[in-house]
């Protein structure tokens, strides 16, 4: 086909090529989700509702797009990491990054009933996102960790917070006041000596977050074959597929990796 003289504005495009052998990290973070907690009404400090519907729209982003081996989310926030090998929309940064964050968004929407019921969703939310790369096994698990001590510092902080508010019957102000210049140990022991609260029986999910990963699951289904002289039978039939799994366990340690070794790839 001819090419038309406006066809030189394509040269305007700016080239966003992943640099190869890295880890393509895509964070996403919900816009202003401080107001939109408040009016959809999440628990204080952590919602389980709006923590399930981030996990399931992290998953369909998992099972829609290509090449991502690992998600970790808490907050309002998601990271997922594509293979360091993937190809996928040639490594094209904007691609890779806008697919994410409107896949996430889109299923944040359709999801919603099925974990907020009869709180009708207000206004339509959205996600931010950018793209970090990372060029080694140690960078990628170090990054994994900073947003995962990022969630144990934040739920240890919000957790003493609350509690000094809703059963201390402190005000805002005066629990702000109260744990302005604490280590983590004195809201440890405050938790533990004023509210018989022992941090460390407080709920994974809040303490460690979202990590999804895909695994080998047997799936057992019964099936009804007919033979030629016995009718109809049942059987059960076996299957090995790959399905994303959420885990709130701890990822900065090594027994998570030592699990589960096809995650990272070699350095090389
Ligand atoms: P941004 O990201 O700059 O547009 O602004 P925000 O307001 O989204 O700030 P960010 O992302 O630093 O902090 C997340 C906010 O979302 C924070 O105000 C707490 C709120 N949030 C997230 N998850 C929960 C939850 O489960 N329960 C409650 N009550 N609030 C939550
Ligand atoms: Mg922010
Ligand atoms: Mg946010
Ligand atoms: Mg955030
Ligand atoms: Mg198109």
Known sequence: MAKSKFEYVRNFELDDTC????YIVVRLDGRNFHKFSEQHNFMKPSDNRALGLMSRSARS????????????GQSD???????????WFKRRAS?????????????FVYYWKEYFGEQPLLYPPSFDGRVVLYPSNRNLRDYLSWRQADCHINNLYN???????????LTTTQAEERLSGTQAADKNEILFSEFNINYSNESPLHKKGMTLIWEKVNETTTKLIKRPDEGETEINVTRTRKKVT????????????????DILESDQ
Request: net charge negative.
């Open 19 to 22: 640099l190869r052998n890295c």
């Open 61 to 72: 982003v998992m099972e829609e797009l290509e090449d991502i081996t690992i998600a970790y």
């Open 77 to 87: 926030e998601f990271s997922f990491v594509f293979k360091r090998s993937s190809t």
């Open 95 to 107: 691609k890779l990054m806008t697919h994410v964050t409107s896949q996430f968004s889109s299923s």
């Open 159 to 169: 957790t003493t917070f609350w509690t000094l508010v809703q059963k201390g019957g």
């Open 246 to 261: 959420s885990h709130s366990c701890d990822i900065i340690g090594d027994q998570f990796w030592e699990e589960h070794p």
